[in-house]
Protein backbone atom coordinates (compact mmCIF):
# COMPACT_ATOMS: atom_id res chain seq x y z
CA UNK A 1 0.00 0.00 0.00
CA UNK A 2 0.97 3.27 -0.86
CA UNK A 3 0.12 6.52 1.40
CA UNK A 4 0.10 10.28 -0.89
CA UNK A 5 -0.50 13.23 0.88
CA UNK A 6 -1.68 16.64 -0.44
CA UNK A 7 -3.54 19.71 0.53
CA UNK A 8 -5.70 21.89 -1.11
CA UNK A 9 -5.94 25.57 -0.84
CA UNK A 10 -9.16 27.64 -0.30
CA UNK A 11 -9.93 30.05 -3.34
CA UNK A 12 -11.10 33.93 -2.90
CA UNK A 13 -12.56 35.58 -5.91
CA UNK A 14 -11.56 39.06 -5.53
CA UNK A 15 -13.08 39.75 -8.64
CA UNK A 16 -15.97 38.28 -10.01
CA UNK A 17 -18.22 39.26 -12.12
CA UNK A 18 -20.91 37.23 -14.73
CA UNK A 19 -21.02 37.77 -18.12
CA UNK A 20 -23.93 36.04 -19.90
CA UNK A 21 -25.59 32.94 -19.85
CA UNK A 22 -24.40 30.03 -22.68
CA UNK A 23 -26.38 27.72 -24.74
CA UNK A 24 -25.65 24.90 -22.16
CA UNK A 25 -27.06 26.32 -19.53
CA UNK A 26 -24.10 27.75 -17.34
CA UNK A 27 -22.75 31.18 -17.18
CA UNK A 28 -19.35 32.49 -18.50
CA UNK A 29 -17.72 34.46 -15.61
CA UNK A 30 -14.65 36.74 -15.18
CA UNK A 31 -12.98 36.79 -12.18
CA UNK A 32 -9.80 37.28 -10.59
CA UNK A 33 -9.16 34.06 -7.90
CA UNK A 34 -6.92 33.91 -5.51
CA UNK A 35 -5.86 30.81 -3.69
CA UNK A 36 -4.55 31.13 0.14
CA UNK A 37 -3.16 29.35 3.14
CA UNK A 38 -6.19 27.96 4.75
CA UNK A 39 -6.49 24.31 3.72
CA UNK A 40 -7.94 20.82 3.59
CA UNK A 41 -4.76 18.48 4.44
CA UNK A 42 -5.42 14.82 2.79
CA UNK A 43 -3.95 10.90 3.28
CA UNK A 44 -4.36 9.19 -0.08
CA UNK A 45 -3.87 5.30 0.27
CA UNK A 46 -3.50 3.28 -3.15
CA UNK A 47 -3.62 -0.32 -3.45
CA UNK A 48 -5.84 -0.72 0.07
CA UNK A 49 -7.18 -4.28 -2.14
CA UNK A 50 -10.30 -3.01 -0.22
CA UNK A 51 -13.56 -1.02 -1.99
CA UNK A 52 -12.84 2.81 -2.38
CA UNK A 53 -13.54 5.06 0.27
CA UNK A 54 -13.66 8.70 1.39
CA UNK A 55 -14.03 9.87 4.89
CA UNK A 56 -13.35 12.99 6.75
CA UNK A 57 -13.70 14.27 10.34
CA UNK A 58 -16.31 16.03 9.31
CA UNK A 59 -19.65 14.53 8.89
CA UNK A 60 -21.53 16.19 6.10
CA UNK A 61 -18.53 15.86 3.58
CA UNK A 62 -19.73 13.22 1.20
CA UNK A 63 -17.95 9.79 1.32
CA UNK A 64 -19.57 8.42 -1.72
CA UNK A 65 -19.24 9.43 -5.13
CA UNK A 66 -21.04 12.41 -4.39
CA UNK A 67 -17.60 14.08 -3.26
CA UNK A 68 -15.78 15.47 -6.38
CA UNK A 69 -12.70 13.41 -5.35
CA UNK A 70 -14.94 10.34 -6.40
CA UNK A 71 -15.17 11.48 -9.82
CA UNK A 72 -11.55 13.32 -10.06
CA UNK A 73 -10.05 9.73 -8.99
CA UNK A 74 -12.43 7.42 -11.63
CA UNK A 75 -11.53 10.16 -14.48
CA UNK A 76 -7.73 9.88 -13.55
CA UNK A 77 -7.45 6.71 -13.54
CA UNK A 78 -9.30 6.07 -16.86
CA UNK A 79 -6.98 8.38 -18.50
CA UNK A 80 -3.94 7.10 -17.63
CA UNK A 81 -5.52 3.53 -17.75
CA UNK A 82 -4.78 2.50 -14.53
CA UNK A 83 -6.49 0.32 -11.99
CA UNK A 84 -5.32 1.52 -7.99
CA UNK A 85 -6.38 -1.58 -6.34
CA UNK A 86 -8.13 -0.18 -4.13
CA UNK A 87 -8.56 3.66 -2.71
CA UNK A 88 -8.54 5.21 0.53
CA UNK A 89 -8.88 9.61 0.80
CA UNK A 90 -8.88 10.73 4.47
CA UNK A 91 -10.09 14.36 4.52
CA UNK A 92 -9.08 17.27 7.21
CA UNK A 93 -11.49 19.41 6.39
CA UNK A 94 -10.75 23.03 7.25
CA UNK A 95 -12.13 24.90 4.76
CA UNK A 96 -16.02 25.73 5.33
CA UNK A 97 -18.66 24.52 3.28
CA UNK A 98 -21.09 25.75 0.77
CA UNK A 99 -18.99 28.85 1.48
CA UNK A 100 -17.58 30.18 -2.06
CA UNK A 101 -14.17 29.16 -1.11
CA UNK A 102 -14.03 25.84 -3.28
CA UNK A 103 -13.35 23.50 -1.07
CA UNK A 104 -15.09 20.53 -2.78
CA UNK A 105 -13.20 21.97 -5.92
CA UNK A 106 -9.87 22.34 -3.92
CA UNK A 107 -9.76 18.89 -2.75
CA UNK A 108 -10.02 17.19 -6.05
CA UNK A 109 -7.72 19.67 -7.29
CA UNK A 110 -5.46 18.49 -5.10
CA UNK A 111 -6.03 14.72 -5.05
CA UNK A 112 -5.15 15.08 -9.05
CA UNK A 113 -1.89 16.82 -8.68
CA UNK A 114 -1.01 14.51 -6.20
CA UNK A 115 -1.74 11.29 -8.49
CA UNK A 116 0.07 12.64 -11.61
CA UNK A 117 3.08 13.17 -9.54
CA UNK A 118 2.83 9.49 -8.39
CA UNK A 119 2.12 8.31 -11.37
CA UNK A 120 5.51 9.92 -13.01
CA UNK A 121 3.26 13.15 -14.58
CA UNK A 122 1.93 10.97 -17.26
CA UNK A 123 -0.55 13.92 -17.53
CA UNK A 124 0.53 17.26 -18.38
CA UNK A 125 -0.54 20.27 -16.58
CA UNK A 126 -2.80 21.27 -19.59
CA UNK A 127 -4.50 17.49 -20.16
CA UNK A 128 -4.63 17.36 -15.95
CA UNK A 129 -6.77 20.88 -15.72
CA UNK A 130 -9.14 19.64 -19.18
CA UNK A 131 -9.92 16.77 -17.06
CA UNK A 132 -10.41 18.87 -13.76
CA UNK A 133 -12.82 21.35 -15.78
CA UNK A 134 -15.48 18.11 -16.01
CA UNK A 135 -15.00 17.36 -12.40
CA UNK A 136 -16.02 21.67 -11.45
CA UNK A 137 -15.75 24.98 -13.07
CA UNK A 138 -12.92 25.87 -9.84
CA UNK A 139 -11.10 22.31 -10.22
CA UNK A 140 -8.56 23.95 -13.69
CA UNK A 141 -8.04 27.01 -10.83
CA UNK A 142 -7.31 25.09 -7.83
CA UNK A 143 -4.68 23.04 -9.46
CA UNK A 144 -3.11 25.85 -10.77
CA UNK A 145 -3.18 27.96 -7.74
CA UNK A 146 -1.65 31.11 -7.25
CA UNK A 147 -3.64 34.28 -8.63
CA UNK A 148 -5.29 34.02 -11.91
CA UNK A 149 -8.09 35.74 -14.44
CA UNK A 150 -10.36 33.36 -15.30
CA UNK A 151 -12.88 33.20 -17.84
CA UNK A 152 -15.77 31.42 -19.60
CA UNK A 153 -16.53 28.67 -17.52
CA UNK A 154 -13.49 28.88 -15.52
CA UNK A 155 -11.52 27.07 -17.55
CA UNK A 156 -9.34 29.80 -19.20
CA UNK A 157 -6.68 30.39 -16.94
CA UNK A 158 -4.56 33.62 -17.25
CA UNK A 159 -1.96 33.47 -14.24
CA UNK A 160 -0.83 37.06 -12.55
CA UNK A 161 2.55 36.60 -11.84
CA UNK A 162 3.37 39.85 -9.80
CA UNK A 163 1.37 38.52 -6.15
CA UNK A 164 2.35 41.42 -3.41
CA UNK A 165 1.76 40.14 0.21
CA UNK A 166 -1.68 40.26 1.55
CA UNK A 167 -3.40 38.92 4.43
CA UNK A 168 -6.71 37.72 4.73
CA UNK A 169 -9.68 37.44 7.25
CA UNK A 170 -11.94 34.93 6.24
CA UNK A 171 -15.67 34.89 8.18
CA UNK A 172 -18.17 32.09 7.27
CA UNK A 173 -21.89 32.96 8.70
CA UNK A 174 -24.20 30.43 9.84
CA UNK A 175 -26.33 30.54 6.57
CA UNK A 176 -25.02 28.42 3.70
CA UNK A 177 -26.41 29.85 -0.03
CA UNK A 178 -26.85 27.58 -2.74
CA UNK A 179 -24.93 29.02 -6.03
CA UNK A 180 -27.61 27.32 -8.07
CA UNK A 181 -30.01 29.81 -6.42
CA UNK A 182 -27.64 32.94 -6.96
CA UNK A 183 -27.52 32.21 -10.88
CA UNK A 184 -31.43 31.76 -11.04
CA UNK A 185 -31.91 35.11 -9.21
CA UNK A 186 -29.41 37.06 -11.27
CA UNK A 187 -31.03 35.48 -14.33
CA UNK A 188 -34.37 37.05 -13.08
CA UNK A 189 -33.13 40.65 -11.72
CA UNK A 190 -30.17 40.67 -14.83
CA UNK A 191 -26.44 41.10 -14.86
CA UNK A 192 -25.78 44.77 -13.52
CA UNK A 193 -23.86 47.02 -15.88
CA UNK A 194 -20.60 45.90 -16.88
CA UNK A 195 -17.53 46.29 -14.56
CA UNK A 196 -14.09 45.47 -15.63
CA UNK A 197 -10.55 43.40 -14.46
CA UNK A 198 -7.98 46.10 -15.91
CA UNK A 199 -8.47 48.46 -11.94
CA UNK A 200 -7.56 45.04 -10.05
CA UNK A 201 -5.05 43.73 -12.48
CA UNK A 202 -3.36 47.04 -12.13
CA UNK A 203 -3.42 46.51 -8.55
CA UNK A 204 -1.23 43.54 -8.83
CA UNK A 205 0.77 44.87 -11.69
CA UNK A 206 1.81 48.19 -9.10
CA UNK A 207 2.39 45.03 -6.48
CA UNK A 208 0.14 47.85 -4.48
CA UNK A 209 -2.43 45.83 -1.84
CA UNK A 210 -4.47 49.16 -1.45
CA UNK A 211 -4.84 49.32 -5.01
CA UNK A 212 -6.09 45.46 -5.43
CA UNK A 213 -8.67 46.02 -2.03
CA UNK A 214 -10.04 49.47 -3.50
CA UNK A 215 -11.30 47.33 -6.68
CA UNK A 216 -12.58 44.01 -4.99
CA UNK A 217 -16.15 43.45 -6.53
CA UNK A 218 -18.37 40.48 -6.81
CA UNK A 219 -21.65 40.93 -8.50
CA UNK A 220 -23.74 38.50 -6.39
CA UNK A 221 -22.61 40.41 -3.14
CA UNK A 222 -26.06 42.43 -3.47
CA UNK A 223 -28.55 39.39 -3.88
CA UNK A 224 -26.86 37.57 -1.14
CA UNK A 225 -26.72 40.37 1.05
CA UNK A 226 -30.79 40.63 0.55
CA UNK A 227 -31.00 36.68 1.43
CA UNK A 228 -27.95 37.05 4.67
CA UNK A 229 -28.02 40.48 6.06
CA UNK A 230 -25.30 39.15 7.72
CA UNK A 231 -22.78 39.50 5.60
CA UNK A 232 -23.40 42.63 5.56
CA UNK A 233 -22.43 43.55 8.86
CA UNK A 234 -19.40 41.17 8.57
CA UNK A 235 -18.47 43.66 5.71
CA UNK A 236 -18.48 46.27 8.25
CA UNK A 237 -17.15 44.75 10.92
CA UNK A 238 -13.95 43.68 9.08
CA UNK A 239 -13.54 47.37 8.09
CA UNK A 240 -13.87 48.46 11.68
CA UNK A 241 -11.61 46.45 12.16
CA UNK A 242 -8.95 47.36 10.17
CA UNK A 243 -9.26 45.57 6.97
CA UNK A 244 -8.67 47.99 3.66
CA UNK A 245 -12.21 46.78 2.26
CA UNK A 246 -13.87 43.53 2.55
CA UNK A 247 -16.40 41.49 0.49
CA UNK A 248 -18.16 38.12 -0.30
CA UNK A 249 -16.38 35.18 -2.01
CA UNK A 250 -18.11 33.70 -4.82
CA UNK A 251 -22.23 32.86 -4.54
CA UNK A 252 -21.20 33.14 -0.69
CA UNK A 253 -22.05 32.53 1.88
CA UNK A 254 -18.19 33.47 3.33
CA UNK A 255 -16.85 37.11 3.44
CA UNK A 256 -13.37 38.37 3.36
CA UNK A 257 -11.62 41.47 5.17
CA UNK A 258 -7.82 42.40 2.96
CA UNK A 259 -5.31 43.76 4.92
CA UNK A 260 -1.67 45.05 4.52
CA UNK A 261 -0.74 44.45 7.76
CA UNK A 262 -0.42 40.84 9.76
CA UNK A 263 -0.88 41.97 13.50
CA UNK A 264 -4.11 44.41 12.37
CA UNK A 265 -5.61 40.98 10.33
CA UNK A 266 -4.72 38.69 13.37
CA UNK A 267 -6.22 41.50 15.67
CA UNK A 268 -9.61 41.72 13.66
CA UNK A 269 -9.14 37.80 13.44
CA UNK A 270 -9.60 36.83 17.13
CA UNK A 271 -11.94 39.66 17.79
CA UNK A 272 -14.62 38.52 14.92
CA UNK A 273 -13.91 35.00 16.03
CA UNK A 274 -15.44 35.83 19.57
CA UNK A 275 -18.87 35.96 17.19
CA UNK A 276 -18.16 33.66 14.06
CA UNK A 277 -16.12 30.36 14.95
CA UNK A 278 -15.74 29.76 11.48
CA UNK A 279 -13.33 32.68 11.46
CA UNK A 280 -9.44 32.20 9.48
CA UNK A 281 -6.62 33.62 9.25
CA UNK A 282 -5.34 33.19 6.04
CA UNK A 283 -2.06 34.98 3.38
CA UNK A 284 -1.53 34.54 -0.50
CA UNK A 285 2.03 34.38 0.99
CA UNK A 286 4.25 32.83 3.69
CA UNK A 287 3.67 33.59 7.40
CA UNK A 288 6.87 32.69 8.37
CA UNK A 289 8.35 35.83 6.09
CA UNK A 290 5.86 38.34 7.49
P1 LIG B 1 -17.72 26.80 -4.78
O1 LIG B 1 -16.93 27.93 -4.26
O2 LIG B 1 -16.94 25.95 -5.79
O3 LIG B 1 -19.09 27.16 -5.24
P2 LIG B 1 -18.36 26.02 -2.17
O4 LIG B 1 -17.16 26.44 -1.41
O5 LIG B 1 -19.54 26.93 -2.13
O6 LIG B 1 -17.93 25.75 -3.65
P3 LIG B 1 -18.04 23.32 -1.31
O7 LIG B 1 -17.30 23.47 -0.03
O8 LIG B 1 -17.26 22.85 -2.48
O9 LIG B 1 -18.83 24.64 -1.69
O10 LIG B 1 -19.28 22.37 -1.00
C1 LIG B 1 -20.43 22.37 -1.78
C2 LIG B 1 -20.99 20.96 -1.76
O11 LIG B 1 -20.09 20.11 -2.49
C3 LIG B 1 -21.09 20.37 -0.39
O12 LIG B 1 -22.32 20.62 0.20
C4 LIG B 1 -20.84 18.89 -0.62
O13 LIG B 1 -22.07 18.19 -0.69
C5 LIG B 1 -20.18 18.78 -1.99
N1 LIG B 1 -18.80 18.23 -1.93
C6 LIG B 1 -18.30 17.32 -2.77
N2 LIG B 1 -17.05 17.01 -2.49
C7 LIG B 1 -16.69 17.72 -1.42
C8 LIG B 1 -15.49 17.83 -0.65
N3 LIG B 1 -14.39 17.13 -0.94
N4 LIG B 1 -15.48 18.71 0.36
C9 LIG B 1 -16.58 19.45 0.63
N5 LIG B 1 -17.74 19.37 -0.05
C10 LIG B 1 -17.81 18.52 -1.06
Same mark, same amino acid.
Given at each position: ?T ?9 ? =???L =? ?15 ? &?????R??? *??LLG ?10 R????R =????L?W?A? *??F ?9 GLT???L???P?? $??L? @????D? +???LR????YY?K????D??C ?10 P????G @?TAI????? &???F???? *??Q +?Y??I???E +????T ?11 IP ?8 ? #???R?Q???QI ?10 ? $?? &???P *? ?5 Q??? &????L =? ?6 GSAV? @???D?L?T????C ?13 ? #?????E?
Amino acid at each position: MTALYASGYAKL =NLYL =NVIGKRDDGYHNIESVM &QAVTLRDDM *EILLGTKEPWLIDSDRDDVPR =NEDNLCWRAA *ELFFGAIGEDPDGLTVHILKRIPMG $AGLA @GGSTDA +AALLRALDVYYDKRLSLDALCQLGAKVGSDVPFCILG @GTAITEEKG &QLLFPIIH *EPQ +AYYVIVKPE +ASISTKEMYEQLDREGIPAANDTKRIV #NGFRNQNVAQIAKNLYNVFEPL $AI &QRVP *EIGKIKQQLK &QHGAL =NAQMTGSGSAVF @GIFDSLETAMEACDTLREKYPETFLAT #NGDFDEA
